[in-house]
């Protein structure tokens, strides 16, 4: 059974950093994409970043061009997302996903808050 | 970007049959998928490539359409189905998602 399970939301001061993970299993990690991509309160769903299987390509989103940095580690069959100089308008749910030109399957999402 | 429109919601009794719109500012080729989000948890992937139906998936959901104009079909509709449902494009950069379809059912 493919599992997607995020950790390390949490509150964070304005400009300060944190970092998301987002651990695989049930799958063969090192031959997918994964993706982050976040939704605010009550708001839409945002892509945010891409990596592709060997971690050699990376995509993002204008708005955190950067700022945040998506990385993998294949041994660990697990997602990275640095996220640096946050700002308020990044709190949201952010979830990991696999997939290619879509998203397969999603994790439960952990929540950034961005605040002072 | 290329933005996705949704009507913001829609109400049906269970047993009927409701399409759910998505219409891109831009074409968009077959690369329209749509996932379905129930209240606290993660999205889902219902369809693929337009048409294409997601493993697991019932085949009460359908999807059709290309270019700039998609749309999900639910027939029947069960009560399960109370959701928001989101279209996203993977043809044009960035991937964007349309502003979802509240699904409420009378």
């Known amino acids: 059974e493919v599992q997607l399970v995020e950790s390390g939301g949490g509150l964070v001061q304005p400009g300060r950093s944190l970092k998301l993970s987002c651990a695989a299993s049930g799958f063969t990690f090192s031959n997918y994409g994964m993706h982050w991509i976040r939704q605010a309160p009550t708001k839409g769903l945002e892509w945010v970043a891409s990596?592709?299987?060997?971690?050699?390509?990376?995509y993002y989103r204008d708005s955190v061009k950067g700022r945040f940095t998506i990385s993998r580690d294949n041994a660990k069959s697990t997602l990275y997302l640095q996220m640096d100089s946050l700002r308020s308008e990044d709190t949201a749910t952010y979830y990991c996903a696999t997939g290619d030109w879509y998203f397969d399957f999603w994790g439960p999402g952990t929540m950034v808050t961005v605040s002072s | 970007d290329t933005v996705l429109t949704q009507s913001p919601a829609l109400a049906v009794s269970p047993g009927e049959r409701v399409s759910i719109s998505c219409r891109a500012s831009?074409?968009?080729?077959?690369?329209m998928h749509w996932y379905q989000q129930k209240p606290g948890q993660q999205p889902k992937l219902l369809i693929y490539?337009?048409?294409n139906l997601a493993s697991g998936v019932p085949a009460r959901f359908s999807g059709s359409g290309s270019g700039t104009d998609f749309t999900l079909t639910i027939d029947p509709v069960e009560a399960d189905d109370t959701a928001t449902y989101f279209c996203?494009?993977?043809?044009?950069?960035?991937?964007?998602f349309g502003g979802g379809t509240k699904l409420e059912l009378k």
């Open positions: 490539k337009a048409s």
């Open positions: 831009e074409g968009v080729n077959s690369y």
């Open positions: 990596i592709s299987p060997s971690g050699g390509s990376t």
């Open positions: 996203q494009q993977s043809w044009n950069d960035p991937r964007t």
